[in-house]
């Protein structure tokens, strides 16, 4: 059942209960008020038949010494015939009927109620019909006799009846009208939930960017909000998995095509000098490629088992001076004669861990290397600014295009394959920094013009070093 019929019919279930039961009450209240009116009518109009009945038998001539059971019929009828629709009873002492109306309701329960100086009532129904019967005591001339009286109250319960019966028509239409009513607004009440389902329904099959629209700024409107923050972020997480899913295709990709070219050059060679008889420099020649090929295939092997352990690393940061790494730089590359590498610095203590961050300034050096001409100057500068210490890495060979800066830190990703493949790089380097970079808390900024050359910086933070040297003091 939809929940916008559960909000119709506890609306209705509500809603007739409430109107029964005030319906009954009120009525009732009514009924009550009216009944109640006439009984005190009916008690002062008896107390009115006491009194005429005592001035009567007073005005009758004396001539018994007691008040005859005649004399009383007669008073009797008298009073009966002075009221239209007035039924009397009149007993003696002992309680013997004396005087009875026609039609008057039998039984003695209410006799033994009236006392002296009292007067006693009860609600009787005779024939279909309503009464309210009173009893009184008077004393004419000497006699004790009981007063009886009748009075037709069925209007009153008729009205009662008919009351409840038009409150129940009454009832019927209000229902059926506040039912119609309470359609439309749990329709609109539950539009919102519609809308999140429709949403919902929709990203089930496949419509990430799909929205539901916020009709209100109620709760419900507050609950479409976080939905589609919930929708943003999952539509987020699931471009992120398919770029990343497509990342370890091409990854894949680019890892066979790596191991196929170094693969098929070590075959080719050892197949040539096993089935073939080569002179001194063929075999050297021969012997040579195949070591190049196998030392190309431990490089990346290696550079992939780094970037493999890093990301799992937990990093041991530690305080030292930054002139460490210009100072290790210095001497690897002290040999190379092709290109010039200039190093300078400001001194400064950094945190980190030094080794990881000797491999992120090789690798960047080494990259700056493999893009230069012979000739040319890479230049290694360190700086300290006001956020922290900041590396940088120029070189003034090809440059980078612009849609290839952001790719460059993929794994296996060359901008020009020639050129890396023939230094023996399989471009996993800067994946590698990367992932060291993120550890120290730090990434790769990279500015590039084509033609101009390439700057890679990154900058490890003051805030880091400061506290390191608080907990050391």
Partial sequence: MKFSFKILLCSIMIMAAAFGIGGYFFINYVFETSLDREIEQAMNESSILRFAFETAALNIPSKYAVLQDSTIREIGLNLENSGEGRLLRISDEDRVMVYESEGFAEGEELLSKIQEQ???????????????????????????????TM???????????QGFSVYRRLTLIMLFSCSVAMFFISSWLTRPIRQLTRAAREMTRGDYSYRA?????DEMGQLTRDFNRMAGALEENIH??????????????????????????????????????????QHFLSANYIYTEGKRLETMSLRLLDIIVTKRYELDARMFDAAVLFDYLRDMYAEREDIRLICEYQESRVRGEADLLKTVLLNLVDNAYKASEPGSRVEVHGERTGEGYLFSV????????QEEQE?????????????????NGAELGLALCTEILKLHGSALQIESRVGE??????????????????KAD
């Fill in 213 to 217: 629209e916020q009709i209100s700024q």
């Fill in 240 to 281: 992120k998995l398919e770029r990343e899913v497509r990342a370890r295709e091409d990854f894949i990709a680019a890892f066979s095509h790596e191991l196929k070219t170094p693969l098929t050059a070590i075959i080719g060679y050892a197949d040539l000098l096993r089935s073939r008889k080569l002179d001194e420099e």
């Fill in 394 to 401: 120029r070189d003034y060979g090809a440059g980078i295009p």
């Fill in 453 to 470: 050359g390439s700057c890679f910086r990154f900058l490890l933070p003051w805030e880091e070093v400061k506290d390191s040297e608080q």
């Fill in 118 to 148: 009292t007067r006693a009532y009860q609600v009787i129904e005779q024939n279909g019909s309503y009464y309210i019967q009173t009893g009184t005591l008077l004393n004419a001339m000497d006699r004790i006799l009981y007063l009886e």
């Fill in 407 to 423: 790719k460059i830190t993929e794994a296996f990703y060359m901008v020009d394959k020639s050129r890396s493949r023939s230094r």
């Fill in 151 to 161: 009075k037709d109250v069925t209007a009153v319960f008729e009205e009662r009846a």
